[in-house]
């Protein structure tokens, strides 16, 4: 009984767990896995737990983030194609470059993490920018990032689960947090969901009548356009909307689009017509809005993303 109850105690952060283990991470199955290791290794020192010393959650978190950070030795980073080096493509129309086995930064679905206003989720820490910006922090300073910003561990608790002292932490997250604001991360980045879902509403009837002036006024001067797996990308309003022009003169403009909810945030399963009369799946579109407008659309067009969000090949 007493396991069974020990087992309960600790399935119930399942959820937190894993939105931890993505941030860290970048990769849905990734965090799933050290989800698993971290209960197990959770049951196997059951016996060594002390809750006077620190309560289950904290422990938990300790024992996560190190499977993490033994995990992180082994993997390299997970980009985006504009955090590769590459320039933003100067004409639409030129061939896509696939970006062979590049391990990219993947969308997390809403539907794993409950709900949104829990900590797991809450202050857009898990959005799409922010975790891609993470991915270029060494892997010490990404957990003492998550571990101070998210989790507002004080600093002499986060040295003892990383085995630090308070001032190594203290300057590990200065330089964690110079490099996020060298990357052009905003803390008002995040816009109210409502705001969010009513533009990509508009931008999805754009979309579906070709429209390419009515989707342009729903883009910021500044929006980026990215397509893993490929490694083209482009900057602003000419290069977005004449990329968009070349899909719809290739695809054809007869397209279904399926609301999705990705990191927090808006997003859209796209589904173009085929020669039979069916749909077929397309992209996943994860949105970020600022102010009313669009400032960075990823069209996933990548198999475990698609096995990730269960989205069905074909809609009748």
Not at 43 to 57: K, L, P, Q, T
Not at 142 to 162: F, I, S, Y
Request: net charge negative; proline share 5%.
């Amino acid at each position: 009984m007493v396991d069974v109850d020990f087992a309960a105690s600790t399935d119930r952060y399942r959820r937190e767990l894993l939105a931890h283990c993505y941030r860290m991470l970048g990769s849905v199955q990734d965090a799933e896995d050290l989800v698993q290791e971290t209960l197990l290794r959770a049951w196997r020192a059951r016996d060594n737990y002390d809750e006077s010393r620190a309560g289950m959650r904290t422990w938990l978190y300790r024992i996560a983030t190190n499977v993490c950070l033994t995990a992180l030795e082994q993997r390299g980073r997970r980009p985006m194609p504009s955090g590769l080096g590459n320039a933003p493509g100067d004409d639409p129309r030129e061939a896509l470059m696939h970006g062979g086995e590049i391990p990219w930064l993947q969308p997390i679905p809403d539907s794993l993490l409950g709900d949104p206003s829990e900590a797991a989720v809450a202050q857009g820490s898990l959005r799409l920018a922010l975790v891609a910006a993470m991915q270029q922090l060494p892997a010490r300073q990404r957990a003492v990032l998550v571990l101070r910003e998210v989790l507002d561990w004080p600093a002499a608790q986060v040295a003892e689960a990383l085995d630090m002292t308070p001032a190594a932490v203290n300057s590990a997250l200065q330089r964690a947090r110079k490099t996020l604001s060298q990357s052009g991360i905003r803390e008002d980045e995040v816009t109210e969901s409502a705001e969010q879902r009513a533009v990509v509403d508009s931008y999805a009837t754009a979309f579906r009548n070709a429209d390419l002036a009515a989707l342009e006024k729903l883009l910021a001067d500044d929006v980026i356009m990215e397509m893993p797996p490929m490694l083209n990308w482009y900057f602003g309003r000419t290069g977005y909307t004449g990329f968009m022009g070349r899909v719809f003169d290739t695809r054809g403009t007869d397209w279904r689009l399926v609301p999705v909810g990705a990191n927090g945030q808006p997003a859209l399963a796209a589904y173009v017509r085929d020669g039979e009369g069916a749909y077929v799946l397309h992209t996943l579109q994860v949105f970020t809005i600022r102010d009313g407008l669009i400032t960075h659309m990823i069209a996933y067009a990548v198999e475990e993303v698609f096995r990730v969000f269960d989205l069905p090949r074909r809609l009748s």
